[in-house]
T-cell receptor, first 113, second 113 residues
Framework: DAKTTQPPSMDCAEGRAANLPCNHSTISGNEYVYWYRQIHSQGPQYIIHGLKNNETNEMASLIITEDRKSSTLILPHATLRDTAVYYCIVISPSGGSNYKLTFGKGTLLTVNP | DSGVTQTPKHLITATGQRVTLRCSPRSGDLSVYWYQQSLDQGLQFLIQYYNGEERAKGNILERFSAQQFPDLHSELNLSSLELGDSALYFC????????????FGSGTRLTVV
């Protein structure tokens, strides 16, 4: 699976958009970009994923560059409860039932009042 | 409630002892994954089971073992415990096809004294 690079930490003001970048310059054509977050000591939570197109759900938006070498997770209106470590993960589904996720260090997003 | 149930939530035991952590996956999910998270190591993949069979192995110590039962619940057995085994242990489950998002449980905090 391709390696990802994320800033170790970011700050955001409450109510503003949080834009979390991820670099995955060695991504292959069939690899997906997944985002998870982990609020302190809780289990990680799936946020969103994408392959080529931009994606949006009730939690966030995912913008993937045309060359797919980087992506940005956008939390449109950050709240204090969005303070968490955010993980960008690139995975290559091998089909069937074998697709483990490898977590890196992620980005600690701190939302300030 | 994520749908993945882990018990117990907290466990304190002495060095040299053996413990069993239990995980019930989300309804309909056939895959179960175990992760260990210690303060200095981040989320480490231990092992995956799919419909009762071991499918992938990570950095799991020989003192640790797991199994998945016919009702799809899984147990992680940790033996000859050492102080360094103190960590959060997370279980996650996933569906076979489609969205590869994992659903994590809230974890078991193991403290070895």
């Amino acid at each position: 699976d391709a390696k990802t690079t994320q800033p170790p930490s970011m700050d955001c003001a409450e109510g503003r958009a949080a834009n979390l970048p991820c670099n995955h310059s060695t991504i292959s054509g069939n690899e997906y970009v997944y985002w998870y977050r982990q609020i302190h000591s809780q289990g990680p939570q799936y946020i969103i994923h994408g392959l080529k197109n931009n994606e949006t759900n009730e939690m966030a938006s995912l913008i993937i560059t045309e060359d797919r070498k980087s992506s940005t997770l956008i939390l449109p209106h950050a709240t204090l409860r969005d303070t968490a470590v955010y993980y960008c993960i690139v995975i290559s589904p091998s089909g069937g039932s074998n697709y483990k996720l490898t977590f890196g260090k992620g980005t600690l997003l701190t939302v300030n009042p | 409630d994520s749908g993945v149930t882990q018990t117990p939530k907290h466990l304190i035991t002495a060095t040299g002892q053996r413990v069993t952590l239990r995980c019930s996956p989300r309804s309909g999910d056939l895959s179960v994954y175990w992760y260990q998270q210690s303060l200095d190591q981040g989320l480490q993949f231990l092992i995956q089971y799919y419909n009762g069979e071991e499918r992938a192995k990570g950095n799991i110590l020989e003192r640790f073992s797991a199994q998945q039962f016919p009702d799809l619940h899984s147990e992680l057995n940790l033996s000859s415990l050492e102080l360094g085994d103190s960590a959060l242990y997370f279980c996650a489950s996933s569906a076979v096809t489609g969205n590869y998002g994992y659903t994590f449980g809230s974890g078991t905090r193991l403290t070895v004294v």
